[in-house]
């Protein structure tokens, strides 16, 4: 049965980049050949309201340019965009799938699927609990509050790791895990570039670790005799600080600095290196791991609470506990003493997660 599917979320791919915008995407692209399928969103495009790509209807609400300041998620712009969907979820869905984060438009879903008589999901990728005290200060008491509520919110949940969904269970929020996923076909199409060894990659925040990775390297270069190439990807507001000060040093001896790259480009790369490094302190799920164990490549990152990239790292990889075992692991796989067997990433092809969700949509 053919369905009228709607997605929720303010930021759009491939106009935003990042991995829940990924998620909608590669899920959106692929029910489109089945169903209907819109994304409702901020207009990030120089057309009208409305633009088809890859058989999705992006629809635009409102506009609004910069989704950050000062490193932080603007609460004025997820009220505005939690506004502006209401009449667009007014219309005749059968499905709406909004993300939790940043929680405002999980209200206006409700509310709409209430009067329209739609099924409601709500699709989560971290919850962060006490973590809104180190984000918002004392303010963060709001912000935790309102996370609490949201998974109280009568709809089917989902959660893209088992890391989310426990958090959400210890909420008394009940959520079905259903993860990223990955192009298998298309990465077994691409030629390795083996043009680095070790790769990061991803937001340029603090969260995510890119000054860990370059320390990393330096330590390599300065313990061991390895002649290693090292690159770091992405984009962020860490960037200009790592141009300049403490870092520069550090990264014109040990790192090349590269903006984000295409996703062919980023296999290719991926494919040809010994060591993906993702040392994240907050990861939902960690999709470039992902693609970095279906291109062969290993994954470091660290034990941290919330960091959901350790349930990848875990299949192929390591999980350090303290800096010694990064750099210790990192020495064992560049000189070649480090193997292991490759797992079984069918269950994470994009084909099969939108089967899966699919099924869920149906009921």
């Not at 999705?56 to 004025?76: A, D, F, P, T």
């Not at 709409?112 to 989560?124: A, E, H, I, P, Y």
């Not at 090349?256 to 907050?282: C, H, I, Q, T």
Request: proline share 2%.
């Amino acid at each position: 049965m053919a369905m009228r599917i709607a997605f929720v979320y303010d930021a759009a791919y491939p106009f935003v980049k990042g991995g829940g915008e990924k998620r909608i995407y590669e899920i959106a692209r692929r029910l489109a050949k089945r169903h209907e399928v819109e994304w409702i969103t901020l207009k990030w495009w120089n057309a009208g309201s409305r633009i088809e790509q890859d058989g999705i209807e992006y629809v635009g609400v409102g506009e609004w340019k910069e989704l950050y300041k000062n490193n932080r998620r603007r609460i004025s712009e997820a009220l505005y965009f939690a506004l502006k969907v209401i009449p667009s979820l007014l219309g005749d869905y059968d499905v709406v799938d909004c993300t939790a984060f940043p929680y405002f438009s999980c209200f206006s879903s409700r509310v709409c699927s209430v009067l329209k008589g739609n099924r409601l999901f709500v699709t989560w990728h971290e919850v962060w609990d006490d973590y809104w005290y180190d984000y918002l200060g004392r303010k963060g008491f709001f912000g935790k509050v309102v996370e609490g509520v949201v998974a109280k919110i009568k709809a089917k949940h989902i959660a893209v790791s088992k890391l989310t969904a426990d958090m959400l269970e210890k909420k008394g929020c009940k959520a079905e895990i259903i993860p990223n996923g990955v192009d298998l076909e298309l990465i077994e199409s691409i030629e390795a570039s083996e043009e680095y060894d070790l790769i990061f990659a991803g937001r340029l925040i603090k969260e995510k670790g890119a000054d860990v990775f370059i320390r990393l390297c330096k330590e390599l270069r300065r313990r061991f005799d390895f002649d290693f190439k090292a690159a770091l990807i992405g984009e962020g507001s860490m960037l200009e600080s790592l141009k300049k000060g403490e870092w520069i040093d550090l990264v014109e001896d040990s790192v090349d600095l590269l903006p984000f790259v295409d996703e062919e480009r980023f296999y290719s790369l991926l494919k040809g290196a010994k060591l993906f490094v993702l040392p994240s302190r907050r990861e939902g799920f960690g999709i470039s791991a992902l693609e970095a164990i279906a291109c062969n490549t290993p994954v470091l990152t660290i034990d941290h609470e919330m960091n959901a990239c350790k349930e990848l790292a875990e299949m192929y990889g390591f999980v350090a506990r303290n800096f010694d075992e990064m750099v210790e692991f990192t020495r064992s796989v560049l000189s070649g003493d480090w193997e292991a067997e490759k797992p079984d990433l069918s269950e994470y092809d994009w084909k099969n997660i939108t089967r899966k969700l699919e099924r869920m949509y149906l009921g």
